[in-house]
């Protein structure tokens, strides 16, 4: 149970570095930008595929930097079961 609560500490406490953010956010518009400077040399107008690939960049960006912060942001990590194995272990007087 130690060990157990000690990588779960270590876990909430690691960080993906900011480097490597701005690694992703760089590559990202580097990548977008390269997709929107070839549709201007085919002449075409229509821009949609480079809208949902921008979108869905973003949206894995966004989801990495949510799941590298668990006490905030849209996807929660519940911390009832360490709750309930430490009342679990209080109430266990042997």
């Not at 157990?4 to 270590?10: D, L, P, V």
């Not at 930008?33 to 821009?47: D, I, N, P, V």
């Not at 966004?62 to 430490?86: H, N």
């Amino acid at each position: 149970m130690i060990d157990s609560e000690a990588r779960h500490i270590a876990a909430m406490r690691s960080r993906v570095p900011t480097i490597v953010l701005l690694a992703l956010y760089a590559t990202a518009a580097i990548a977008i930008g390269y997709a929107s400077y070839g549709r201007a040399l085919e002449g075409r107008h229509w821009r949609a595929a480079v809208y949902v690939a921008g979108a869905l960049t973003a949206g894995v960006i966004l989801l990495i930097q949510d799941l590298d912060r668990p006490s905030a942001g849209f996807i929660g990590v519940s911390q009832q079961p360490m709750l309930d194995v430490a009342a679990n272990l209080a109430g266990r007087r042997d």
